[in-house]
Structures are given as structure tokens and as C-alpha cells.
């Protein structure tokens, strides 16, 4: 730490990004009457990756205020979400009215520039400032407070200071790739190839608006519905496999395509609407998510897949916990507190549970038993609330999720569920 600098901090809490991790976490504290400044680098709308939300956002929309402008932005409604075998054979249909620990019916499906620029609006509505074209490039922590210093678009740069600094710099991980305390999970280096489409057949009527997932033997598939003529369709698999396949994404895309009847039976008129994207090693955890003056939420603290889309739940439901903890520590105007702590064991446990249906969902065992549900117990409508965005898992849930595992991890040794041929 330096010298403790003369004056001081001008703003209670700078936030690096302004994605929905930094939007919320900017709300709450504005809302609460803290000074806050948002840093952003890009210039919104931008386009962004992760459209597909789950029912249990709708929490964090209401705390946020923001719910009526959400529901009234004209995103596509989504009830429901589909599993298919890649070669069309069989598939099951999560319907989240029907899960019977299951709070909320429904979700939506966004285009991320309309939506995070509706959550960034809206933190400035609420008393932030917004810097857009603003990217960090270093930040100081000193005794009293954190230096922040930034490039606007014309090349010019700027120090701001603060008595707390939240990194919500999404995969850019800003702070903690400074701190090199990223680790990846071992085992788990993936590529996802993705693009908008028109003309995908997606499910109509009771079905409309259903993401789609398609397990392949090796990878998966997401076709997410953005309106009545895109949608948004990825393939995600081993970084290693694509390497070696030694071919273009586009190519890799278009023949993973080809071999999966789930999706070339609904890819018969589709077109691409703009250059295909790729992303690498977005699965990985800081092994720090707090320090003296320093909070990281969103993807800034870790994200680990995007296949039960969990990623935006996540982050706003960080956003929020973490904004409630700076809010506290700049009330006892400490730099470091134990309810900081308790926000980084917190975050953890959310993400471990969403972690174990990640990892088993690659195993063979796992997705017999997942592709032939039996809602004995309930335990479908166990899985059907996690899967929905619930992280406060009653008891109820708890036991239910454990013997769903249970017989999962059996399935290994004795078949509890059918052999069928996974892809
Ligand atoms: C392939 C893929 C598919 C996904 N699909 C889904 C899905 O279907 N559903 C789902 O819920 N999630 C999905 N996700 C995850 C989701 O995209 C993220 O979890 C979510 O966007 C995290 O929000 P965030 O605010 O933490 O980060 P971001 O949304 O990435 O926002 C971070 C912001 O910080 C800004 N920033 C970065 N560096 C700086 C800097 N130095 N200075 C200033 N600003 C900076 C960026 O410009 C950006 O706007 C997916 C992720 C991937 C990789």
C-alpha cells in the first residue's frame, strides 16, 4: 500500500464494466444514495454473448426496480427448456411451470446489446455515472481508498478516486489477472463457435421460445429463439478436439451441423448474419474474489459454462451481494470486512451448484439418467428449480438433488437407467 494520499476519495465505489454484473451492483448502491462511477469500455448498445435467462432473475429484476422496463422491451418469452440426443432420437423438455419447487413460470430469451444497455440506463436513472469508451488500465489500492485510471476514446487518461473499487470486468477479469489469481477448472478447456441465424425451425406454439440444447458425443449445441426471425446457435466443445480437427471454426461449426439430425433438420433454410465468433478458456475461478477495498462479481470472479445458462443469474445475483457488502464496509468505513468474506464463500457455493450438473453433464452415466427423467420423489422438480436460477435450495431440494447424484454416480456400476448411445 502507498502513502495515504491528501484528499479524499471523490466517489464511495468505482465499477470496472457495465455489463449486468456492474449494472446491478451500480443500482443497488445508488439506490442506497452511495457516489458510484461505472467505467465502461465500450460504447452501448454492444453486441455480447450469453441470451438465454433463467426464471429466477425475475427476483433481482423487481430488487433492481427494473422489471416493468424488461418485460415491456419485447424479448422473447421462454417456458421451457429442451434437451436433445444430437441424432434426434430421443429428447425431454424442462417446463419450468410444472416444477413444484419452481417460484417463477417462465424467463426470457435477450439480444444482450438491447438488454445490458436497459440495466446500464437504468443504473444511471438511479444516480450513477456512467463513463462509457472508458477502459481501466491499472488501479492503486492505497490506505484510504483505490486510484483508478482510465482511457477515454480520445486517448486521454484519467485517475478517479474511491473508497472501494468493484471489478465487474466480465471474462477481461481485470484485477485478478493483474493479481494472476486465475485458475482454470483441469479438464475443462472449451471453444464455443457461435453466430445469429435467420430461418432456424425452432418450436412453435406451447413450445415457442425454448431453448434448445443438443448433446452431441463430445460437444453440444444451444439454439436460442432472439425473435421470430433469429437465432442465436453455438457450439461448445474441447479446445483440444477443435485444435486437432486443424480446421476453421466456420468449417467445424457447419460440419458439427451436418452430423447432429436434431439440428440440420432445423437448419434447412437457416442463414448467418454476421462473422462467426469464437470464444476460449472462459471456464475459470479467481482464487481471490475479495481484498482490502476490492470486491469482484460477474464473470470477474470466475465463470465456469455456459450450458445451463447460469451465467447472467450469477452475475447479477454476485452484483447485488456484493454491492450489499461494500455498502456495509463503507458504513463501518472499514476496508475489509467479515461479511466480505462471507460474499466470497457465498458465491462459491452458488456456482458449485450449478458446477456439479456442468461436470456430470459430460459424463456418460449422467446424461443416460438426465435423457430418460423419472419425476420419482420429485427429483425432476428438484432439478427443475436449480435449473430455474434457485441457489436457496431448501432441504426439500437438497435431499432429492443428492440422491438424484446418488443414482447418477450408481448408474456407473449398475444401470439404473437404460443404456442408450449418448450423441
Ligand atoms: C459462449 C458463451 C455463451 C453463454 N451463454 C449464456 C447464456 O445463454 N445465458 C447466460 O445467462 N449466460 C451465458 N453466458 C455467460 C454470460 O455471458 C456471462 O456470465 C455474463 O455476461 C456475465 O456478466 P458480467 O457483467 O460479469 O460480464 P460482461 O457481461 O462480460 O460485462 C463486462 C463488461 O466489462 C467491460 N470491461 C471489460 N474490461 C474493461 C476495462 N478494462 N475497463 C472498462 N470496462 C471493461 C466490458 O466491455 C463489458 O461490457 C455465456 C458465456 C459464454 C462464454
Same mark, same amino acid.
Given at each position: 500500500?502507498?502513502?495515504?494520499?491528501?484528499?479524499?476519495? *471523490?466517489?464511495?465505489?468505482?465499477?470496472?464494466?457495465?455489463?449486468?454484473?456492474?449494472?446491478?451492483?451500480?443500482?443497488? @448502491?445508488? #439506490?442506497?444514495?452511495?457516489?458510484?462511477?461505472?467505467? &465502461?469500455?465500450?460504447?452501448?448498445?454492444?453486441?455480447?454473448?450469453?441470451?438465454?435467462?433463467?426464471?429466477?432473475?425475475?427476483?433481482?429484476?423487481?430488487?433492481?426496480?427494473?422489471? &416493468? #422496463?424488461?418485460?415491456?422491451?419485447?424479448?422473447?418469452?421462454?417456458?421451457?427448456?429442451?434437451?436433445?440426443?444430437?441424432?434426434?432420437?430421443?429428447?425431454?423438455?424442462?417446463?419450468?411451470?410444472?416444477?413444484?419447487?419452481?417460484?417463477?413460470?417462465?424467463?426470457?430469451? *435477450?439480444? !444482450?446489446?438491447?438488454?445490458?444497455?436497459?440495466? /446500464?440506463?437504468?443504473?444511471?436513472?438511479?444516480?450513477?455515472? *456512467? !463513463?462509457?469508451?472508458?477502459?481501466?488500465?491499472?488501479?492503486?489500492?492505497?490506505?484510504?481508498?483505490?486510484?483508478?485510471?482510465?482511457?477515454?476514446?480520445?486517448?486521454?487518461?484519467?485517475?478517479?478516486?474511491?473508497?472501494?473499487?468493484?471489478?465487474?470486468?466480465?471474462?477481461?477479469?481485470?484485477?485478478?489477472?493483474?493479481?494472476? /489469481?486465475?485458475?482454470?477448472?483441469?479438464?475443462?478447456?472449451?471453444?464455443?463457435?457461435?453466430?445469429?441465424?435467420?430461418?432456424?425451425?425452432?418450436?412453435?406454439?406451447?413450445?415457442?421460445?425454448?431453448?434448445?440444447?443438443?448433446?452431441?458425443?463430445?460437444?453440444?449445441?444451444?439454439?436460442?429463439?432472439?425473435?421470430?426471425?433469429?437465432?442465436?446457435?453455438?457450439?461448445?466443445?474441447? #479446445? &483440444?478436439?477443435?485444435?486437432?480437427?486443424? !480446421?476453421?471454426?466456420?468449417?467445424?461449426?457447419?460440419?458439427?451441423? #451436418?452430423?447432429? %439430425?436434431?439440428?440440420?433438420?432445423?437448419?434447412?433454410?437457416?442463414?448467418?448474419?454476421?462473422?462467426?465468433?469464437?470464444?476460449?478458456?472462459?471456464?475459470?475461478?479467481?482464487?481471490?474474489? *475479495?481484498?482490502?477495498?476490492?470486491?469482484?462479481?460477474?464473470?470477474?470472479?470466475?465463470?465456469?459454462?455456459? +450450458?445451463?445458462?447460469?451465467?447472467?443469474?450469477?452475475?447479477?445475483?454476485?452484483? !447485488?451481494?456484493?454491492?450489499?457488502?461494500?455498502?456495509?464496509?463503507?458504513? %463501518?468505513?472499514?476496508?475489509?470486512?467479515?461479511?466480505?468474506?462471507?460474499?466470497?464463500?457465498?458465491?462459491?457455493?452458488?456456482?458449485? +451448484?450449478?458446477?456439479?450438473?456442468?461436470?456430470?453433464?459430460?459424463?456418460?452415466?449422467?446424461?443416460?439418467?438426465?435423457?430418460?427423467?423419472?419425476? %420419482?420423489?420429485?427429483?425432476?422438480?428438484? +432439478?427443475?428449480?436449480?435449473?430455474?436460477?434457485?441457489?436457496?435450495?431448501?432441504?426439500?431440494?437438497?435431499?432429492? @438433488?443428492?440422491?438424484?447424484?446418488?443414482?447418477?454416480?450408481?448408474?456407473?456400476?449398475?444401470?439404473?437407467?437404460?443404456?442408450?448411445?449418448?450423441?
Amino acid at each position: 500500500m502507498s502513502a495515504v494520499p491528501s484528499s479524499p476519495p *471523490v466517489w464511495d465505489v468505482i465499477v470496472i464494466g457495465g455489463g449486468p454484473a456492474g449494472s446491478t451492483a451500480a443500482t443497488m @448502491l445508488a #439506490k442506497s444514495g452511495k457516489r458510484v462511477l461505472v467505467l &465502461e469500455k465500450s460504447k452501448f448498445p454492444r453486441f455480447h454473448i450469453g441470451e438465454s435467462l433463467l426464471p429466477y432473475n425475475r427476483r433481482i429484476f423487481e430488487e433492481l426496480g427494473v422489471w &416493468e #422496463k424488461v418485460s415491456t422491451a419485447g424479448f422473447m418469452v421462454k417456458r421451457g427448456a429442451q434437451f436433445w440426443m444430437g441424432d434426434g432420437s430421443r429428447h425431454n423438455r424442462l417446463d419450468f411451470s410444472k416444477g413444484s419447487f419452481t417460484d417463477y413460470p417462465e424467463s426470457i430469451q *435477450v439480444e !444482450r446489446a438491447t438488454f445490458d444497455k436497459i440495466l /446500464l440506463d437504468h443504473s444511471r436513472e438511479a444516480g450513477a455515472e *456512467v !463513463r462509457e469508451e472508458c477502459t481501466v488500465q491499472r488501479h492503486v489500492v492505497e490506505d484510504a481508498g483505490v486510484s483508478v485510471s482510465y482511457r477515454n476514446a480520445a486517448g486521454e487518461e484519467t485517475t478517479e478516486r474511491a473508497s472501494f473499487l468493484m471489478d465487474a470486468s466480465g471474462l477481461g477479469n481485470l484485477t485478478a489477472n493483474h493479481a494472476s /489469481l486465475r485458475d482454470y477448472y483441469s479438464g475443462h478447456k472449451k471453444i464455443a463457435i457461435y453466430n445469429h441465424f435467420t430461418a432456424v425451425d425452432m418450436p412453435q406454439d406451447g413450445e415457442k421460445g425454448d431453448i434448445i440444447i443438443v448433446r452431441r458425443e463430445n460437444s453440444w449445441f444451444w439454439l436460442i429463439p432472439l425473435d421470430d426471425q433469429r437465432t442465436s446457435v453455438g457450439l461448445v466443445m474441447d #479446445k &483440444e478436439d477443435f485444435q486437432s480437427l486443424a !480446421r476453421k471454426p466456420d468449417e467445424v461449426f457447419h460440419d458439427a451441423v #451436418k452430423t447432429s %439430425k436434431a439440428v440440420a433438420d432445423r437448419f434447412n433454410n437457416a442463414r448467418s448474419t454476421m462473422p462467426m465468433q469464437v470464444a476460449v478458456d472462459f471456464s475459470y475461478k479467481n482464487q481471490a474474489l *475479495v481484498s482490502p477495498r476490492v470486491v469482484r462479481v460477474g464473470d470477474a470472479s470466475g465463470f465456469i459454462d455456459p +450450458i445451463f445458462s447460469s451465467g447472467v443469474m450469477l452475475a447479477m445475483s454476485s452484483g !447485488r451481494e456484493g454491492a450489499r457488502v461494500v455498502n456495509e464496509a463503507l458504513q %463501518k468505513n472499514q476496508a475489509m470486512t467479515p461479511a466480505m468474506r462471507s460474499y466470497e464463500k457465498r458465491t462459491w457455493k452458488n456456482v458449485g +451448484i450449478y458446477w456439479e450438473f456442468i461436470e456430470n453433464f459430460y459424463k456418460l452415466h449422467f446424461a443416460q439418467i438426465f435423457f430418460q427423467p423419472v419425476n %420419482k420423489y420429485r427429483m425432476v422438480c428438484a +432439478i427443475n428449480s436449480v435449473l430455474a436460477g434457485r441457489t436457496d435450495l431448501t432441504l426439500a431440494i437438497r435431499w432429492r @438433488l443428492r440422491v438424484f447424484f446418488f443414482l447418477a454416480w450408481l448408474n456407473q456400476y449398475i444401470p439404473v437407467a437404460q443404456r442408450i448411445r449418448i450423441g
